[in-house]
Every structure is written in structure tokens, then in C-alpha cells.
């Protein structure tokens, strides 16, 4: 059974979102820029946005907030930090790479690291306050004929990634999908790509969930949390998903998830890649 959160806003009848696009894969060089989410931005910008993943990444500048509790109380969870950690590496980082008021944007976990760091190694990584200080060599999933949008969102009354159909749509491969909070992430996932007539797709993406079951390991006790998806694989229609996350504690966790024991916390964004 999964576990759930209150959250300020009303539930709305629809809990996805999903757009049709046309994925490739790529190996693509970030630039240095003012910020991450321009570099990002820059490597991708013959296309309409994208999945990418960086490894080894040195940056110039390094700032991170994990899970935390909004003090004011008008969110179902908030976040601690930032954590600036200066010039840092970036060991591992997923990101989705799409727009926020027209402007380049990021959602990026993944995992971090510093010279004498303390701090949290793992977490969300900041977009704009983050900075490469060479230039980057990143594999993933550029997209066209959809892109993922920053919106307002009054369930969580958060700003939140959504798919946005943009120009015309080319033969698709695949479909950006975002999930809505207080489902089973793998059964929301199963249910959203049978809608698209998906049931054989590599899952890439992020999330977040409410005290997370892995198998094999104890409930995880934190109601709030950052995961990133390792590998993620729907299979006759069957979704699996291996994760690595931190909790509200600053905790890492990984494995794979449990059927029917994730709720989804904010909300869960995706690319399915048809195999």
C-alpha cells in the first residue's frame, strides 16, 4: 500500500500528462555559460528539449537542496538548503532540459561531490546558481514535436515541468509523461503508456515519493524524497524501475522499487522511449 501526502490544492481528475515526441539518441557538448540550464540549453538547441545525463562534470560554481518541511506550512514538502558547495563535480546528474517562462530550464538529480564537502552528496541540483567550468560531454535523449514546460500548479502549488506539444509533430518514438502525486508511481507509469499504446520503452527521468519501499530492504522513512531513475524499463506493459534517492535526513538509498508501495510525493517526470 502506498503512503500519501496532503497536499493545499485539490486533486485534479486527470493524474498524467502526456505528449507524443520524437526521440534520437545523442552525445552532445555543454558549453560554459552563465548558468547550467544555458549550457544545457545551448547543447540541445537544434531540438525541442531533452533527457541528458553528465558524468565526471567539473563546475565552477555547485549548489544543491535535498528533501525538507515547509516551515510556513503552505506546501506538503519544501526543501533544505541550499547546500553551496562551490567548485565541485558533479558525479552523476539526469536532467530533463525544456523552458520556464520562455527562458532555458533545468530539473537535474543526481550525484555530487567536494573536496572536504560535508554536505548532503546527492540531491536537486540548482539551475541556475550551478555553473560548468569547462565544457561537458553528455549522452542522452534529444526530443522534438514536445517539450516539457514549467506551469503553475495549484494541487501542489508548486511550479512544475508539463509536456507542451511544440511545431509539428514528427513520427514519434516516444512520449514526455508527468504523473501526478498520491499514485503508485509504476502503476501510474503502466496506466499513462497504455493510453499511448506503449508497452515496450526504456523509462528515463525523476521523481519524487512518499516513504519509499525497495525490495528486499525496510520502508524508508521519510515522507519526502528526490529520486533519480537508474534504470527504468517497461516491459509487456510491465514497469520497473531502479533508483537511487536521498531522504529528508540527508540518507541514500538505492534499489528497485516495490509494486504498489510508491506514492508519488510531488510528482514524477519522464521520457518512455519506445524499444
Same mark, same amino acid.
Given at each position: 500500500?502506498? %503512503?500519501?501526502?496532503?497536499? #493545499? =490544492?485539490?486533486?485534479?481528475?486527470? %493524474? ?28 540541445l538547441a537544434d531540438y525541442d528539449g531533452g533527457w541528458l545525463v553528465i558524468e565526471d562534470a567539473p563546475l565552477a560554481n555547485l549548489d544543491i537542496v535535498i528533501p525538507?518541511?515547509? #516551515? ?8 533544505? @538548503?541550499?547546500?553551496?558547495? /562551490?567548485?565541485?563535480?558533479? %558525479?552523476?546528474? =539526469?536532467?530533463?532540459? /525544456? %523552458?520556464? /517562462? @520562455?527562458?532555458?530550464? +533545468? ?12 554536505? #548532503? ?7 541556475? *546558481? ?15 514535436g514536445a517539450r516539457l514546460e514549467v506551469m503553475p500548479d495549484p494541487e501542489t502549488a508548486f511550479p512544475l515541468f508539463q509536456p507542451r506539444a511544440v511545431g509539428p509533430?514528427?513520427?514519434? !518514438? ?6 501526478? #502525486? ?6 501510474? +507509469? *503502466? &496506466? ?7 508497452? *515496450?520503452?526504456? +523509462? ?6 512518499v516513504h519509499p519501499k525497495l525490495q528486499g530492504q525496510p520502508r524508508i522513512d521519510s515522507f519526502a524524497t528526490e529520486l533519480l531513475v537508474t534504470e527504468g524499463r ?12 536521498? &531522504? ?6 538505492? =534499489? ?5 508501495? !510508491? ?5 514524477? *517526470? ?6
Amino acid at each position: 500500500m502506498i %503512503r500519501t501526502l496532503a497536499h #493545499p =490544492g485539490a486533486a485534479t481528475p486527470d %493524474r498524467f500528462a502526456l505528449a507524443p515526441c520524437h526521440a534520437e539518441p545523442v552525445t552532445v557538448t555543454l558549453p560554459p555559460a552563465d548558468t547550467l540550464a544555458q549550457s544545457a540549453a545551448l547543447a540541445l538547441a537544434d531540438y525541442d528539449g531533452g533527457w541528458l545525463v553528465i558524468e565526471d562534470a567539473p563546475l565552477a560554481n555547485l549548489d544543491i537542496v535535498i528533501p525538507g518541511e515547509d #516551515p510556513t506550512g503552505a506546501h506538503a514538502a519544501w526543501y533544505a @538548503g541550499p547546500y553551496q558547495m /562551490g567548485a565541485g563535480t558533479i %558525479r552523476q546528474l =539526469g536532467m530533463h532540459v /525544456g %523552458r520556464k /517562462g @520562455g527562458a532555458p530550464w +533545468i530539473h537535474g538529480h543526481g550525484s555530487v561531490a567536494a573536496p572536504d564537502w560535508k554536505g #548532503p552528496d546527492f540531491g536537486h541540483v540548482m539551475p541556475l *546558481e550551478s555553473r560548468l567550468s569547462r565544457p561537458v560531454t553528455a549522452k542522452g535523449w534529444a526530443i522534438r514535436g514536445a517539450r516539457l514546460e514549467v506551469m503553475p500548479d495549484p494541487e501542489t502549488a508548486f511550479p512544475l515541468f508539463q509536456p507542451r506539444a511544440v511545431g509539428p509533430r514528427p513520427p514519434t !518514438n516516444a512520449a514526455l509523461l508527468t504523473l501526478r #502525486p498520491n499514485q503508485d508511481l509504476l502503476t501510474a +507509469i *503502466e &496506466t499513462a503508456a497504455a493510453s499511448a499504446g506503449m508497452t *515496450e520503452a526504456r +523509462i528515463l527521468g525523476l521523481g519524487s515519493v512518499v516513504h519509499p519501499k525497495l525490495q528486499g530492504q525496510p520502508r524508508i522513512d521519510s515522507f519526502a524524497t528526490e529520486l533519480l531513475v537508474t534504470e527504468g524499463r517497461l516491459a509487456g506493459g510491465v514497469a520497473d524501475l531502479d533508483i537511487d534517492l536521498i &531522504t529528508l535526513g540527508s540518507t541514500r538509498h538505492n =534499489g528497485r522499487l516495490e509494486r504498489g508501495a !510508491n506514492g508519488i510525493c510531488i510528482t514524477a *517526470e519522464l521520457l518512455l522511449v519506445a524499444r
